[in-house]
């Protein structure tokens, strides 16, 4: 499950952040970031791993949000995009599409949404730019922090199953549950009541 998420963050993460590029120096940024990873990428053999990706979009997002269209800002925020972009390539290869057609998927996605951002100004306009960086933000962080999460729990898991022989673990406890269930309730309504 966290691949799959770790693959709609990447697109995700792709066509939002390329949305800072309006200059050429940002177009260079963006072209020298996906080139650079992408060499990277196939030169290290590394396996794609999903908490260096969500971190990665979630500071190119809070990086956005922070200092959004300013000088220097900008340019390092169109390298982030093209960094995002080229590893959502990486991802693509790891479900087994070939390394070239996955990078110009990638390349087509992020250069279609540079261009129509620069061509159509109701593509992306600020409000809807800033909503789709906190979602960024937060799928980012939570992606970057699942496998360590799941990984500590079911550590967690053995050694109480170790302690006490015999025992069922629970794998999720009700509590957790319930402080999930309620947090996204309590986040429904509060949107709601916002938007009514």
């Known amino acids: 499950m966290t691949f799959q998420a770790l693959w709609m963050l990447s697109a995700l993460g792709t066509a939002v952040l390329a949305t800072v590029v309006r200059t050429r120096p940002g177009a260079a940024a963006l072209a020298i970031g996906f080139v650079a990873t992408a060499a990277w990428t196939v030169q290290s053999g590394?396996?794609?791993?999903?908490?260096?990706?969500?971190?990665?979009?979630a500071l190119a997002a809070a990086g956005q949000l922070a200092s959004p269209d300013a000088g220097a800002a900008a340019i390092v925020g169109a390298a982030g995009a093209g960094v995002v972009a080229a590893a959502w390539g990486a991802v693509l290869q790891a479900e087994g599409i070939p390394l070239a057609l996955a990078l110009g998927i990638t390349g087509v996605t992020m250069i279609s949404s540079v261009w129509l951002t620069n061509q159509r100004p109701v593509f992306a306009p600020t409000v809807l730019r800033e909503e789709a960086l906190l979602i960024l933000l937060a799928a980012g962080v939570l992606v970057g922090m699942t496998p360590t999460v799941v990984q500590g729990w079911q550590s967690a898991v053995a050694l109480n199953m170790a302690a006490t022989p015999g025992a069922s673990a629970q794998l999720v406890p009700v509590w957790t549950l319930s402080f999930v269930g309620a947090a996204v309730a309590l986040g429904a309504l509060r949107s709601?009541?916002?938007?009514?």
């Open 192 to 196: 709601a009541w916002r938007r009514g």
């Open 46 to 57: 590394l396996p794609v791993d999903a908490s260096w990706i969500g971190c990665l979009v």
